[in-house]
């Protein structure tokens, strides 16, 4: 089984409906962050959590919230999606050692019509 | 503002040689920058870390230098072979953030 799990792969929804991905870990980090990957644009942060406690917005978090349910799990919400969410979204764990190394989900294909 | 920059044009090489990757900042001095490797429809899988005061790092056919002068570090993978296609991202510690940023990566592709 994969250390870092995002559900679903896929997803295609409408403009204005709520949308949840959902990531689980069983790496026991403490560490774990959103980002989102666009096409010339490389990964950018949205939201990141060091405990279920610590919830910090990223470049990007406008139209994102997220929720720490445990130390396994975050996930991100987009309360009413647009076309201009559309895009591979990766969930990550980090070691939380100096220089953190991240381990990163197979991602979420999300597609606002 | 900081700003991370890879070559976005593909790389394309024969098997064999070598590929060198570039990947430049600005703005600032990381302590440490880390090369990932991401293949279509996967994350990305931590590669290499080199930290600020060492010039150079190995692992296996990769090699990564850091030249905190010219804001540089190069990637270079020997030998290179069909499988060592993908795109290469570069990835660094953002003064004042507590959370890597990375570069928009460089596909390669080694021709058989």
């Known amino acids: 089984d994969a250390d870092v799990t995002q559900t679903p792969r896929n997803r295609i929804t409408k403009t204005g409906k709520r949308i949840m991905l959902e990531c689980s870990q069983t790496?026991?980090?403490?560490?774990m962050y959103w980002y989102r990957q666009d096409p010339g644009l490389g990964l950018r942060l949205i939201y990141y959590s060091f405990d279920v406690k610590d919830i910090n917005k990223g470049e990007i978090s406008d139209g994102y919230s997220v929720s720490r349910q445990a130390q396994a799990k975050f996930s991100l919400s987009l309360e009413s999606a647009i076309p201009n969410q559309t895009a591979l979204y990766f969930c990550?764990?980090?070691?939380?050692?100096?220089?953190?190394?991240?381990?990163f989900g197979s991602g979420t294909q999300l597609s606002v019509l | 503002s900081q700003k991370i920059e890879q070559n976005s044009e593909a790389l394309n090489i024969q098997e064999g040689k070598t590929a060198t990757l570039t990947c430049n900042y600005t703005n600032y001095s990381p302590a440490y920058l880390q090369w990932y490797r991401q293949d279509p429809g996967r994350g990305p899988v931590f590669l290499l870390l080199i930290r600020e005061n060492e010039k150079e790092k190995r692992k296996e056919r990769l090699k990564v230098t850091f030249d905190t002068t010219l804001k540089q570090s190069l990637f270079h993978i020997t030998a290179s072979q069909p499988a060592d296609s993908a795109t290469y991202l570069c990835a660094l510690p953002p003064p004042g953030r507590r959370a890597l940023t990375f570069g928009s990566g460089t596909r390669l592709q080694v021709q058989p």
């Open positions: 990550a764990t980090g070691d939380g050692t100096t220089n953190e190394k991240l381990f």
């Open positions: 790496k026991g980090h403490d560490r």
